[in-house]
């Protein structure tokens, strides 16, 4: 490692990757960025004693730093980045971190690394005049091309050769872009047109009209030409609101479907993970609670498309679109209804007060279906109501927490539950358990992958990302890299209570012996024979004590307890 002068940007961050064997695996790694090298390290190095990186990356201007978007790990939601050179693309590292704000800073310390190396190259005034002489005979090459049917140069080196010429732009690659078919109603007000190449919507730019101001929120409605309007497309409603927090903040708390959802969405039962298409775009199932006169309308499911992505102004836009997936058939005792577009528009607003404030648009143009909707016309706008109010949820949530607290940086996103033939209650009652199950086995995989050292036996991520069906797979497969206990070095771990195993003095803890236990034998149904417990499957190796007049709650946060030691050690 340099020395500290050199040192741009350092911090803990996620190493992600996927081992041979298919599976997805996680690391804390310290990570230093510096004038030209980016590298991570398993510890914090110290400048007078230095240690050899794990990986280290060579920063020039060739690197890229590509956003790879959401991933799933474990029911884990990261936001991955990866930079590589683009002329071998195998040198690569691909970092990711809970919180997508650590990512989007990371994500700019590194361009500016990129682009400052790129401003050395191009003050050469060699490397200058050598671009226009190929720029010249770049032009001669096209225009022999038209004649002889031949090109000089082949299609990449066309692209370098125009990658070169430009200015110094930022160096990223943006995510795959939405489906085709998914209509993106944000850039009505940025081109005057809407999308012309959706069937769905044939009509020139969308006009609204304030029909109601409620919850601190204006309510507005489409205004369409009759002439121009399907029968089968219903009218499309938006509510706008203005919340005292981060573009980022909403926008972790939009993509969560875990418990904290229900704090802030009304109208939000049940959500799953359907499938994962890549970093930018999944298939997920939504389970509505829309509480109107339910003893005689059948509640009312989802199965959507939906894309997100970041702007250059630091805005965030969130789009929905019905989509039907194989694994997500109708489920008995819901109608299925069918949302034709929608989504959040979030976006950043100037400060008053020294307060942070964004414009939160929450538009929804949904069918519900059902015999309902044809003969109670109120039914369909009670509902849009219903949803649309999440904007002032949202509004409340963030201003009756605490800033300190941290959103929700794993939201529970678990895959779809098979279709059951039982009764609505039950039904509900079968998939909430199925949603608990995953994160229980998952931490203890996550445990045994933060102590892995394993962190090149793995296999380079793919251009074209692979579905949850597949990752499911091989999940199921068995585990052949797990490290034995015995080899973890426990003296990294210490709390404020000691350890004496002779117990015989006072405030201080040890480890029970598992031959003090007895449970069940094998044979234990035949002749109800028990066995001494033996050698325990997890240990104790650090205990914290804390008093207090007052409940404690998230001891893991507080600084100085065992847990923050062990990760910043």
């Known amino acids: 490692m340099s020395s500290s002068s050199s040192v741009v940007y350092e911090g803990w961050m996620v190493r992600y990757g996927r081992r041979k064997i298919g599976r997805s695996f996680i690391h804390m790694r310290y990570f230093v960025l510096e004038t030209q090298l980016l590298s991570y390290f398993k510890r914090k190095p110290q400048h007078k004693m230095p240690k050899l990186p794990i990986k280290s990356l060579h920063i020039d201007g060739n690197c890229r730093v590509e956003d790879r978007g959401l991933k799933m790990h474990h029911g884990h939601m990261l936001y991955v980045l990866c930079v590589y050179n683009k002329r071998e693309k195998h040198q690569r590292i ?23 190396q790129q401003g050395v190259v191009a003050s050469d005034g060699n490397i200058a005049n050598s671009s226009s002489q190929q720029k010249v005979s770049l032009e001669n090459g096209r225009k022999s091309s038209f004649s002889d049917h031949e090109s000089l140069y ?4 066309e692209e370098e050769e125009e990658d070169n010429q430009r200015s110094l ?52 409605e489409e205004l369409q030409d009759v002439d121009y309007l399907a029968r089968s497309c219903s009218r499309a409603m938006k509510a706008v609101g203005v919340v005292e927090a981060s573009c980022e903040a909403i926008f972790q708390l939009v993509m969560s479907m875990d418990t904290t959802r229900y704090e802030w969405d009304c109208s939000f039962q049940y959500g799953s993970l359907v499938e994962e298409v890549d970093g930018h775009t999944a298939i997920l199932y939504h389970r509505l609670q829309l509480d109107w006169f339910s003893m005689f309308v059948w509640p009312r499911d989802l199965c959507y498309v939906r894309y997100w992505r970041r702007n250059d102004d630091g805005s965030y836009v969130v789009l929905f679109q019905s989509r039907e997936h194989p694994n997500c058939g109708p489920q008995p005792g819901f109608v299925r209804a069918y949302i034709e577009s929608g989504g959040f528009n979030i976006s950043p607003l100037k400060s008053r007060n020294g307060r942070i404030r964004t414009q939160v648009q929450h538009l929804m143009q949904i069918d519900l279906k059902g015999w309902g909707v044809g003969y109670v016309p109120s039914f369909q706008q009670h509902c849009l109501l219903h949803m649309l109010n999440s904007v002032a949820g949202l509004r409340e949530w963030f201003s009756q927490s605490d800033e300190n607290l941290i959103l929700p940086r794993i939201p529970v996103m678990a895959n779809m539950p098979p279709p059951v033939s039982s009764k609505k209650g039950k039904t509900t009652q079968d998939n909430t358990m199925q949603t608990s199950l995953p994160m229980d086995q998952s931490r203890q995989s996550t445990m045994l992958d933060e102590e892995s050292d394993e962190d090149e036996d793995q296999i380079p991520e793919p251009e074209q990302e692979t579905s949850t069906r597949g990752r499911d797979a091989a999940a199921k497969l068995p585990v052949l890299d797990e490290e034995d206990s015995d080899q973890i070095d426990v003296s990294g771990f210490s709390g404020n209570l000691r350890r004496d195993d002779r117990d015989n003095t006072r405030d201080c803890w040890r480890m029970s012996d598992g031959n003090n236990f007895r449970v ?30 007052k409940r404690m709650d998230h001891v893991a946060r507080r600084k100085g307890c065992a847990v923050q030691v062990t990760l910043l050690s």
């Open 169 to 220: 732009m930022r160096r990223t690659t943006i995510g795959n872009g939405p489906p085709e078919s998914l209509y993106d109603w944000t850039r009505e007000n940025d081109l005057g047109i809407s999308n012309q190449e959706s069937p769905d919507h044939v009509f020139s730019r969308r006009h609204w009209r304030l029909v109601r101001c409620q919850n601190g929120l204006r309510i507005f």
């Open 94 to 116: 691909t970092m990711a971190a809970f919180n997508i704000q650590e990512a989007l800073i990371w994500k700019e310390k590194i361009e500016m690394v990129i682009d400052q």
């Open 154 to 157: 082949s299609q990449e080196e």
């Open 520 to 549: 069940r034998s094998k044979t234990f149904i035949y002749d109800k024979s028990k066995i001494p417990a033996g050698k325990p499957l997890m240990k104790l190796v650090a205990v914290d004590w804390f008093k207090d007049v």
